[in-house]
């Protein structure tokens, strides 16, 4: 099993920035991406972006290209979720994920989930 723990979530005004943390622990070896979703209120979870396990390669949904990044710390088995010029709509629950397959779109294709945190933006 692969143990996810999320940190990181609050209250932003908008344009402001949160780092969201994501520590994994267990059996990493057989990871081979961490996504981060989240998931408004009524609405469903979406996956807003990924990073293979080496780092090698990053994907990042439309509406949070340039604003968002996902650096990893190898040392420390941990994932972050950068997110600048916060929006109002980015309001949600963040969770991440991982998963052992390469392509791996939709909260089905993940094996492993954090207990998710709130982040709020307002206006």
């Known amino acids: 099993q692969v143990q996810l723990v999320e940190s990181g979530g609050g209250l932003v005004q908008a344009g402001g920035s949160l780092r969201l943390s994501c520590a994994a622990s267990g059996r990493t070896f057989s990871v081979y991406a961490v996504g981060w979703f989240r998931q408004a209120q009524g609405k469903e979870r979406e996956l807003v972006g990924s990073i293979t396990w080496n780092g090698d390669e990053k994907n990042y949904v439309g509406s949070v290209k340039g604003r968002f990044t996902i650096p990893r710390d190898n040392a420390k088995n941990t994932v972050y979720l950068q997110m600048n010029s916060l929006k109002p709509e980015d309001t949600a629950v963040y969770y991440c994920?991982?998963?052992?397959?390469?392509?791996?779109?939709?909260?089905?294709?993940?094996?492993?989930w954090g207990q998710g945190t709130q982040v709020t933006v307002s206006s």
């Open positions: 994920a991982s998963t052992v397959s390469s392509l791996a779109w939709q909260p089905k294709d993940y094996d492993y």
